[in-house]
């Protein structure tokens, strides 16, 4: 065995263990020299990165049906394969594989901004320790081969999360989000740590692998499965911040330093990934045999749909009444997230339908979709979440109505927010329209309502957007205001970002085939083969990015000459533009102008939907005993559809 | 019957934590309640441990006469998963109690009603 084989083989456990080394070192190497923590922990992101890249190009090489698996204390997998169910186990799939590129893309670029970002504070000994012991927790939640290691990294990395949100320790809030957040992914934990303890009572084993061929296996579902079930769908969707177990989310994603938000997006989606194992793979290994499991199946994924209708709905919904930017970015991110249940869940539901061709017909595009709209959403997001703390860095303050004229100092982060802004409210050509619109096109299919929907939400997230771009950018510069733009690091960290989005944006089917296709196979079983096209094909339609890119420079260049001919006047206050519009109201009342705050402009939206706001803002009290009651609520409605219902 | 007992005695911690989380507003019984579910866990995975027959399905610790008659036995597995378990319990209540003494320090913060400054 050459080194390379060798290296190959040991990536798994490697992956995990060099950012765990590290972060425990940290401490001691910043005795030595500050510099050279920076350093220090930026390669350790970087090795384990790459070594990611290099197992993740192995297992995707040739078709990606291939999987790694690591066995702790074992010589090989094929030797033990008696013993590999009560061992220790690392499997790395085509799933667990495409997660880890993202995690590791993230956390690249995150790091870099680090360096300036926290530069002006106390405690980065601890802040750079924890960053790592988080990646390490995110890979090892989506590697772990057995059921107990889940629950081991989900509350490592639940804790590693906290201490980080808590990171400004002069700010109050900090505590008081960490707090909630630890409460409820704590029992979280617990719950997900007693379900645990169902399937092992139950089957004696903790490997999911074993575990997937022994439930069902006697065709019919137990009691305990379902409850089992139900308890590891909603903790994992509490995880992935799922509306109505989302409201410490927006609490601790917005009180975190940026670059750790951008890494807490892809924590996230580690919930996500846990979801989709447990369902796809612990629950429906079996499912040629059982006509139950095939019943119990289709209602879990009835249940992922809900849930991620609910998601996008409210999240956009309250993200557009937020004046706070990293709130509203956060509330953002838990409508995207209802896109990707949604995929998914369509996909879950026709995939165990059974008897007829739904599946191969559109819901393995919606699972494509959804998948894909994991990675599309891990860039834009991270990119989104570190422009807002380029906004914080500079403006000093985090509400929209305070800021102002930042485009003026900051032109390369307004840049890059824009194109955060035009993936995350998939506007063509950007990448989050190729997900969305594997999406919206085989939903449709399943459900013309719920099709439509989530193009609303799309609209509506353009909307709050517009708002962000509009009061922190736009505008006559704030004197107040600290000028100039952010550090380089900062920027670079951004670029690495932005950067993935433009490529990907033009080349979609280039991921969908070579990673997002493997990552389907390893939840659904193979399908008809994809192969790699510039044009993106739903089953319904094609979509090809370089036709718009060609329509968007001609229009570009026509108004262009436009401008050159007509010359540029400008806007003065005399032109009737430049007086605000109010929806026809008047602008002013006995001659003092009436004036909207930027993070109000849709006030007259907001007031006609009052019957749908007030409600929403009791649910929101703040209060963790109501949010608990919330998550149990959930709980006990899942179970029961799960129990009684099928 | 008797063997029921430990499962009784789970169901009643594991609830009884739930409603404390659920219905108190005090900090220090939130943290509490959430040592109580914990304990509810633990206590189901040690009780999950000890059990008769011949699933031999990992190596046999003890062996001593346990209901019908049948040697009963105490699986290894399930005494790890619990001192893992128990090791991430006092990382979380460790934690969970700094974030209240920082509260307390800042705001004067000792109930739920007080804790409110993040909402919307």
């Given at each position: 065995?050459?080194f390379?084989?060798?290296?190959?083989?040991?990536?798994?456990a490697?992956?995990?263990?060099?950012?765990?080394?590290?972060?425990f070192?940290?401490?001691?190497?910043?005795k030595?020299?500050?510099g050279?923590r920076?350093?220090?922990?930026?390669?350790?992101?970087?090795?384990?990165?790459?070594l990611?890249?290099?197992l993740a190009?192995e297992?995707?090489?040739?078709?990606?049906?291939?999987?790694?698996?690591?066995?702790?204390g074992?010589?090989n997998?094929?030797?033990?394969n008696?013993?590999?169910?009560?061992?220790?186990?690392?499997?790395?799939?085509g799933?667990?594989?495409?997660?880890?590129?993202?995690?590791?893309?993230?956390?690249?670029?995150?790091?870099?901004?680090?360096?300036?970002?926290?530069?002006?504070?106390?405690?980065?000994?601890?802040?750079?320790?924890?960053?790592?012991?988080?990646?390490?927790?995110?890979f090892?939640?989506?590697?772990t081969?057995?059921?107990?290691?889940?629950?081991?990294?989900f509350?490592?990395?639940?804790?590693?999360?906290?201490g980080?949100?808590?990171?400004?320790?002069?700010?109050?809030?900090?505590?008081e989000?960490?707090a909630?957040?630890l409460?409820?992914?704590t029992?979280?934990?617990?719950?997900?740590l007693?379900?645990?303890?169902?399937?092992?009572?139950?089957?004696?084993?903790?490997?999911?692998?074993?575990l997937?061929?022994?439930?069902?296996?006697?065709?019919?579902?137990?009691?305990i499965?379902?409850?089992?079930?139900g308890?590891l769908?909603?903790v994992?969707?509490?995880?992935?911040?799922a509306?109505?177990?989302?409201?410490?989310?927006?609490?601790g994603?917005?009180?975190?330093?940026?670059?750790?938000t951008?890494?807490?997006?892809?924590?996230?989606?580690?919930?996500?990934?846990?979801?989709?194992?447990s369902?796809?793979?612990?629950?429906?290994?079996?499912?040629?045999?059982?006509?139950?499991q095939?019943d119990?199946?289709?209602?879990?994924g009835?249940l992922?749909v809900?849930?991620?209708v609910?998601s996008?709905?409210?999240?956009?919904t309250?993200?557009?009444?937020?004046?706070?930017?990293k709130?509203?970015?956060?509330y953002?991110?838990?409508?995207?997230?209802?896109?990707?249940?949604?995929g998914v869940g369509?996909g879950?539901?026709?995939?165990?339908q059974?008897?007829?061709?739904?599946?191969a017909?559109?819901?393995?595009?919606?699972?494509?979709?959804?998948?894909?709209?994991?990675?599309?959403?891990?860039l834009?997001?991270?990119?989104?979440?570190?422009?807002?703390?380029?906004?914080?860095?500079?403006?000093?303050?985090?509400?929209?109505?305070?800021?102002?004229?930042?485009?003026?100092?900051?032109k390369?982060?307004?840049?890059?927010f824009?194109i955060g802004?035009?993936?995350?409210?998939?506007?063509?050509p950007a990448n989050?329209f190729?997900?969305?619109?594997?999406?919206?096109?085989?939903?449709?299919?399943?459900n013309?309502?719920?099709?439509?929907?989530?193009?609303?939400?799309?609209?509506?997230?353009?909307?709050?957007f517009?708002?962000?771009?509009?009061?922190?950018?736009?505008?006559?510069?704030?004197?107040?205001?600290?000028?100039?733009?952010?550090?380089k690091?900062?920027?670079?960290?951004?670029?690495?970002?932005?950067?993935?989005i433009l490529?990907?944006s033009?080349?979609?089917?280039?991921?969908?085939s070579e990673?997002?296709?493997?990552?389907v196979?390893?939840?659904?079983g193979?399908?008809?083969?994809?192969?790699?096209?510039?044009?993106?094909?739903?089953?319904?339609?094609?979509?090809?990015?370089?036709?718009?890119?060609v329509?968007?420079?001609?229009?570009?260049?026509?108004?262009?000459?436009l401008?050159?001919v007509?010359?540029?006047?400008?806007t003065?206050?005399k032109?009737?533009?430049?007086?605000?519009?109010l929806?026809?109201?008047?602008?002013?009342?006995?001659g003092?102008?009436?004036?909207?705050?930027?993070?109000?402009?849709?006030?007259?939206?907001?007031?006609?939907?009052?019957?749908?706001?007030?409600?929403?803002e009791?649910?929101?009290?703040?209060?963790?005993?109501e949010?608990?009651?919330?998550?149990m609520?959930?709980?006990?409605?899942v179970?029961?559809?799960?129990?009684?219902?099928? | 019957?008797?063997?029921e007992?430990?499962?009784i005695?789970?169901?009643?911690?594991?609830?009884?934590?739930?409603?404390?989380?659920?219905?108190?507003?005090n900090?220090?019984?939130l943290?509490?309640?959430?040592?109580?579910?914990?304990?509810?866990?633990?206590?189901?995975?040690?009780?999950?441990?000890?059990?008769?027959?011949?699933?031999?399905?990992?190596?046999v610790?003890?062996?001593?006469?346990?209901?019908?008659?049948a040697?009963?036995?105490?699986?290894?597995?399930p005494?790890?998963?619990?001192?893992?378990?128990?090791?991430?319990?006092?990382?979380?209540t460790?934690?969970?109690?700094?974030?209240?003494?920082?509260?307390?320090k800042?705001?004067?913060v000792?109930?739920?009603?007080?804790?409110?400054r993040?909402?919307?």
């Amino acid at each position: 065995m050459s080194f390379y084989d060798d290296l190959i083989a040991n990536a798994p456990a490697l992956i995990v263990a060099i950012p765990l080394l590290f972060a425990f070192a940290t401490p001691l190497v910043s005795k030595i020299n500050k510099g050279l923590r920076n350093v220090w922990a930026f390669l350790a992101v970087l090795l384990s990165g790459a070594l990611m890249y290099v197992l993740a190009w192995e297992i995707f090489k040739d078709g990606g049906d291939l999987a790694s698996v690591y066995v702790f204390g074992g010589d090989n997998a094929e030797v033990f394969n008696v013993l590999e169910n009560v061992r220790i186990t690392f499997y790395v799939d085509g799933m667990a594989a495409f997660m880890g590129l993202i995690m590791a893309t993230v956390a690249f670029g995150a790091i870099i901004y680090s360096f300036s970002f926290v530069k002006k504070y106390s405690g980065q000994d601890k802040y750079y320790t924890l960053l790592l012991l988080m990646l390490a927790a995110n890979f090892g939640m989506v590697f772990t081969g057995d059921l107990f290691n889940l629950f081991v990294w989900f509350e490592v990395s639940s804790v590693a999360i906290c201490g980080l949100i808590a990171f400004r320790t002069n700010r109050g809030e900090s505590f008081e989000g960490a707090a909630k957040y630890l409460i409820y992914s704590t029992i979280a934990g617990l719950l997900l740590l007693f379900a645990i303890g169902l399937l092992y009572g139950e089957y004696g084993h903790l490997n999911i692998k074993y575990l997937s061929s022994a439930i069902g296996a006697g065709g019919s579902m137990l009691m305990i499965d379902r409850i089992a079930l139900g308890i590891l769908v909603t903790v994992f969707a509490l995880k992935a911040g799922a509306v109505p177990m989302h409201m410490a989310t927006p609490d601790g994603y917005s009180e975190a330093p940026a670059p750790i938000t951008a890494m807490m997006v892809t924590a996230s989606q580690a919930g996500l990934y846990a979801m989709f194992r447990s369902t796809f793979t612990l629950y429906g290994g079996n499912i040629q045999n059982a006509v139950e499991q095939l019943d119990l199946l289709h209602a879990a994924g009835y249940l992922l749909v809900i849930l991620g209708v609910l998601s996008m709905f409210v999240g956009v919904t309250l993200a557009l009444v937020q004046k706070d930017i990293k709130r509203l970015m956060a509330y953002h991110a838990i409508s995207q997230t209802g896109y990707m249940l949604l995929g998914v869940g369509v996909g879950l539901a026709v995939y165990a339908q059974g008897g007829n061709n739904d599946f191969a017909e559109f819901g393995r595009t919606a699972m494509a979709g959804g998948i894909f709209h994991i990675f599309n959403h891990a860039l834009y997001k991270g990119l989104l979440f570190l422009t807002a703390g380029a906004i914080i860095y500079k403006a000093g303050t985090r509400d929209l109505n305070k800021m102002g004229g930042l485009g003026r100092d900051m032109k390369m982060t307004a840049l890059f927010f824009i194109i955060g802004a035009l993936a995350i409210a998939g506007v063509p050509p950007a990448n989050g329209f190729a997900s969305k619109f594997l999406i919206y096109e085989s939903v449709f299919r399943f459900n013309p309502v719920i099709g439509a929907v989530a193009m609303l939400v799309s609209l509506l997230t353009l909307a709050s957007f517009v708002k962000v771009f509009y009061s922190a950018f736009m505008g006559p510069k704030n004197p107040d205001m600290k000028v100039g733009e952010v550090p380089k690091t900062m920027l670079i960290g951004m670029a690495v970002l932005a950067g993935m989005i433009l490529v990907f944006s033009f080349l979609p089917s280039l991921v969908l085939s070579e990673i997002v296709d493997p990552a389907v196979t390893a939840l659904a079983g193979p399908g008809p083969a994809i192969d790699f096209n510039l044009t993106l094909f739903s089953g319904q339609g094609g979509w090809n990015a370089l036709v718009f890119l060609v329509v968007f420079i001609v229009m570009f260049i026509l108004g262009y000459l436009l401008r050159l001919v007509l010359g540029n006047k400008g806007t003065t206050p005399k032109n009737e533009g430049a007086k605000p519009y109010l929806f026809g109201n008047p602008t002013e009342i006995g001659g003092v102008p009436i004036v909207v705050s930027g993070s109000n402009v849709y006030w007259g939206f907001i007031r006609a939907l009052k019957r749908y706001y007030r409600p929403m803002e009791k649910m929101h009290s703040g209060l963790i005993n109501e949010y608990v009651f919330w998550f149990m609520g959930t709980i006990g409605l899942v179970m029961l559809a799960l129990m009684v219902l099928i | 019957m008797m063997s029921e007992i430990p499962y009784i005695a789970v169901v009643a911690l594991i609830g009884i934590g739930l409603y404390i989380v659920m219905f108190k507003r005090n900090l220090i019984k939130l943290a509490m309640g959430i040592t109580l579910i914990e304990t509810g866990a633990n206590l189901f995975l040690i009780t999950l441990a000890y059990r008769s027959g011949d699933r031999l399905s990992a190596p046999v610790m003890t062996s001593q006469i346990m209901g019908g008659g049948a040697p009963a036995y105490s699986l290894p597995t399930p005494h790890a998963l619990t001192l893992t378990s128990i090791v991430i319990g006092v990382a979380t209540t460790a934690l969970l109690l700094a974030f209240f003494m920082q509260l307390y320090k800042k705001f004067k913060v000792s109930s739920v009603d007080e804790m409110r400054r993040l909402r919307g």
